[in-house]
């Protein structure tokens, strides 16, 4: 904890009302005791007592961080002490004015001791008090500082265990990925599907060596897409991406396991209708739609649930929370789904910098 933030006082409002209070009490309490012309006396001794209080809140202060000149603040402070003491005498019993004639009105029936015991009374009561608001300022910000430094922990330790998670399904969609390279190069091997799947892998590979793995442009992802597209390019999908992405992040790979679930588990014959992935940007938001016939031999994947959608829904919510809408289901035998994605420009306000450009769809022959 630096210095900076253990000495970090106290609001100036803060320090008002509690003096407002304090001071309010002590006039309260002397003109009630000694009558309206007393509030004069409170009013000259105020200076005084917020002088002694904040003097020793500042040597505390700098006995507290001081390394060397201890010895000099020391000195400095019993200076104060005898000097202030001696005035204070010369002021109440030599040069007596209406003020002093109010405080101490008969000083021949006091002696000096007599006087020495209120001193030290009345000036350890002001500079405890100076101590006392030190203390507990520095004693705030360590609260402050330790309530700080868990909550960081707590948030390491579940962007870590976040980062676990999103690495195993990174890691289950590289494997998918090369069991699909494999079958699509069987039918048709092309030096493009051979460079498309070395990108992909590489992409992967950087992706799992990132120490913040959690975000992607949407630019960089839609590259990768495409590549991805290419490893598949027997599969007749219509395909729309944005020639805008707004400065978007979205969770990497996100867009390609749903391009990759249109492959693997879909009917691409002849007599089905066609699959569709499309993927719109606006500056407040993304929006991916897919369709697709989904093949006899994959249905049963898809009434238990296993195309690994939910887990996907999970890992989206854990980067978007309520920002994200993530829907599906089924017509028949034709597959939808609907992922929505609204960027709140307080939260992503770093993210988004470009706006008021349309949106364009680029289809697979290129045209828009």
């Known amino acids: 904890m630096s210095n900076k933030d253990l000495l970090k006082p ?45 003097l020793h809140r500042y040597w505390l202060r700098k ?3 001081a390394r060397k000149g201890r010895k000099k603040i020391l000195f400095w402070s019993c200076l104060v002490i005898i000097a202030l003491g001696g005035l204070i005498y010369t002021f109440l019993y030599k040069y007596r004015l209406g003020i002093s004639k109010m405080l101490l ?11 020495v015991l209120d001193y030290i009374d009345f000036y350890l009561r002001f500079a405890s008090i100076g101590f006392v608001l030190g203390g ?5 910000n360590l609260l402050r500082e330790r309530g700080k430094t868990f909550r960081q922990k707590r948030y390491d330790m579940a962007a870590k265990q976040k ?33 498309a799947s070395v990108a992909i892998n ?22 990768y897409l495409q590549r991805f597209r290419e490893m598949f390019s027997i599969f007749p999908i ?15 790979l996100s867009l390609l396991v749903l391009y990759k679930n249109i492959c693997k588990h879909g009917a691409f014959d002849t007599d089905a209708p066609a699959a569709s992935f499309c993927v ?42 309520d920002n994200m809408k993530f829907e599906y289901g089924m017509e028949g035998n034709r597959f939808w789904l609907r992922l929505e994605i609204v960027y709140n420009t307080e939260l992503y306000n770093q993210m988004i910098n470009n706006y008021g450009k349309k949106t364009a769809c680029v289809t697979s022959d290129g045209s828009r």
């Open 202 to 223: 590489g992409y992967i590979v950087r992706l799992l060596a990132r120490e913040n793995m959690f975000w992607v442009s949407l630019q960089e992802e839609l590259y």
């Open 163 to 195: 980062s676990k998670r999103l690495k195993r399904w990174i890691t289950h969609f590289a494997g998918n990925i090369t069991n699909g390279t494999v079958y699509s190069m069987k039918k048709q091997v092309h030096p493009q599907q051979v460079s």
């Open 238 to 252: 219509q395909f729309k991406i944005p020639s805008e992405t707004y400065q978007h992040q979205v969770m990497p």
């Open 105 to 115: 009105p008969n000083p021949e029936e006091q002696q000096f001791r007599d006087y």
């Open 10 to 54: 106290f609001s100036v409002t803060f320090h008002c009302l509690i003096w407002s209070i304090y001071l309010a009490w002590l006039i309260w309490g002397n003109v009630a005791r000694f009558g309206l012309s007393h509030l004069f006396v409170v009013i000259a001794v105020v200076p005084l007592l917020l002088g002694l209080v904040y």
């Open 136 to 140: 507990t300022e520095m004693f705030v």
């Open 280 to 321: 719109v940007a606006s500056p407040d938001r993304l929006v991916v739609t897919t369709r697709n016939t989904i093949s006899s031999d994959a249905m049963w994947v898809y009434n238990e649930g296993g195309t690994g959608l939910e887990q996907l829904r999970g890992l989206l919510l854990e980067n978007h929370g």
């Open 63 to 65: 006995l507290v961080v």
